[in-house]
């Protein structure tokens, strides 16, 4: 697979994943001029800014791994621009979902509340 098929794949396990858990998902793939949010989605009041990371094998490192730290600043300037325009939520959360996609299964890790 390509990398936006690979990603693309991951994303919807990603919100496949937050449905079974009782997530609402809001919006996918949220631009905000040059910045994306991948899955924004909402759960007992909370509003959730995902971040979702996605490989095929371990190669280069984790999923988790490859996510730097000027990417989970431009998460946090589009949540901004989102809240500007939502403003009805008080209660916000960032995750990030890192996803390993091998021939035969999914492996899902959840890392929750990213940002203290």
Known sequence: ???????????????????????????RNWRHKHLEVDIIASKNGKLYFVEVKTRTNNKYGLPEESISKAKMNHLKVAAEAYLYINTQWEKIQFD???????????EIFLIEDVFF
């Not at 390509?2 to 919006?27: H, S």
């Open 96 to 106: 990030v979902i890192a996803i390993m996609i091998a021939k035969d299964r999914e």
């Open 1 to 27: 697979m390509k990398n936006k098929q690979v990603g693309d794949k991951g994303e919807t396990i990603a919100a496949n994943f937050l449905q079974k858990r009782g997530f609402n998902i809001i919006e």
